[in-house]
């Protein structure tokens, strides 16, 4: 069974799920991102309670139309893996270049993976079809995410690094790596193997390495 925190007030709060799962045969949660606070550590001090119950980020906006960040998407997809999430999804993966189905009432501003002109049939892939690829991509089904020390700076300008690591079922590992800054990064990546790797990340972008 699968309970979800999807009203705001809970949103942020693992108190509500563990009453769930505790009192029910609930073996997965699901959290959306509209809390309106920052960070994703609430998976990781559910996960504390509850180690054996599955959690997955469900929903979080996409919403081109009212400004969104080029760095919206990679950061809760990065956030809720870093923080014991089995996976994590989008809203949403159609929508319209007209910003006129189905979402006036709840959501006029969202945006899809793919924007769909319905009066000339053609469509276009967003930015977020870019960096969702940089993790759906490279990351496979079974992966598992490995630990990062020193993998996120981030400065009151909404600047800086953040990284995830992952282990593929056929051993290669792949890192995401998040460079908000407005200048190229000389990165370093130290495996605890003791091999390391080097490379340039291009200012303002999101990169992905296969090692």
């Known amino acids: 069974m699968l309970t979800w925190m999807d009203p705001v007030s809970l949103s942020d709060r693992p108190d509500f799920p563990s009453y769930v799962v505790e009192h029910s045969n609930v073996s997965n949660v699901a959290w959306h991102c509209y809390s309106g606070t920052s960070g994703w550590d609430v998976l990781t001090q559910f996960h504390n309670d509850h180690p054996n119950v599955d959690q997955w980020m469900t929903e979080c906006w996409l919403h081109l139309n009212s400004g969104e960040n080029f760095f919206d998407l990679p950061d809760f997809f990065g956030g809720p893996l870093s923080n014991w999430a089995r996976g994590v999804m989008a809203w949403t993966i159609g929508g319209s270049v007209d910003y006129d189905v189905a979402y ?68 290669k590992r792949i890192v995401v790596i998040r460079n908000m800054i407005n200048a190229p990064l000389i990165v370093e990546v130290n495996f605890a193997s003791g091999d390391a790797y080097v490379g340039e990340i291009k200012k303002r972008s999101v990169a992905s390495w296969i090692l």
Not at 154 to 165: C, I, L, M, W
């Open 104 to 171: 006036q009432d709840g959501c006029a501003q969202c945006s899809g993976i793919i924007q769909v002109n319905r009066t000339s049939r053609t469509y276009e892939k967003t930015q977020d079809f870019y960096t969702l690829g940089q993790f759906s991509r490279f990351v496979h089904r079974g992966a598992h995410a490995i630990n990062v020390t020193a993998g996120e700076h981030v400065y009151p300008d909404g600047t800086g690094v953040e990284v995830n690591a992952f282990i593929n079922p056929n051993g």
